[in-house]
C-alpha cells in the first residue's frame, strides 16, 4: 500500500471530523479544502511485507499508533474508529452521551455526506489504483452513544 491511502484516510478522517462538530449550516462544508499532510509527516510501514488488502492495512497502521492523533483528537462530542473489510474502509463517528441531536442535525449529517460524495468517490477510485481491487468502497456512519444510525453512506469507486 502506498502512502496515498494513508493520505486519504487522514484526510477522510479531517473532514468527516468537520462535519460532525459543525453544528451550523453544511454551507460551511463548501468552502473547506481538505488538508492534505505533509509527505515527510507520514512514517512508513516497517514491516516486511506489503499488505495485501485494506484491511490488513487499516489493522497494521492501528497497531502502530499512525491513526491515533486524528481518532482520539480531543472532542467533547464526537470520537471516530476506523476499521475496514477487503474491499472497505468503515468510518464511524459516535457522538458521546449527552450530546444534543436534534432532527435539524441528523438532516444536516446527510446532506454533508451528500456534498463530499464527489470526494470520496475520488478517494475510492485512488484506494483501487493502489490496491488492484476492481471495487473499493468508503463507509461513512454517524450513530449516537447508544449506536443508533443518525446518518450513513456508502461510496464506491464504480
Not at 512514517?43 to 499512525?66: M, R
Not at 449529517?109 to 463530499?116: I, K, Y
Request: some cysteine; charged content about 30%.
Amino acid at each position: 500500500m502506498k502512502k496515498a491511502i494513508l493520505k486519504i484516510i487522514i484526510t477522510a478522517l479531517s473532514v468527516m471530523t468537520v462535519t460532525a462538530g459543525c453544528t451550523g449550516s453544511m454551507n460551511a462544508l463548501e468552502s473547506i479544502q481538505p488538508p492534505v499532510p505533509a509527505t515527510e509527516n507520514i512514517e512508513q510501514s516497517t514491516v516486511a511485507a506489503e499488505p495485501k488488502s485494506l484491511k490488513e492495512y487499516v489493522d497494521l497502521n492501528k497497531e502502530n499508533g499512525k491513526f491515533d492523533p486524528l481518532l482520539t483528537k480531543e472532542n467533547d462530542t464526537v470520537t471516530g474508529e476506523l476499521d475496514a473489510t477487503e474491499d472497505t474502509l468503515i468510518f464511524t463517528f459516535k457522538y458521546k452521551e449527552g450530546a444534543k441531536i436534534s432532527q435539524d442535525m441528523k438532516k444536516h449529517l446527510s446532506e454533508g455526506l451528500n456534498q463530499v460524495e464527489e470526494l470520496y468517490k475520488s478517494f475510492a477510485s485512488t484506494i483501487e489504483k493502489n490496491i488492484g481491487s476492481d471495487i473499493v468502497k468508503i463507509e461513512i456512519k454517524y450513530i449516537d452513544y447508544e449506536g443508533n444510525p443518525l446518518a450513513e453512506k456508502v461510496y464506491s469507486n464504480k
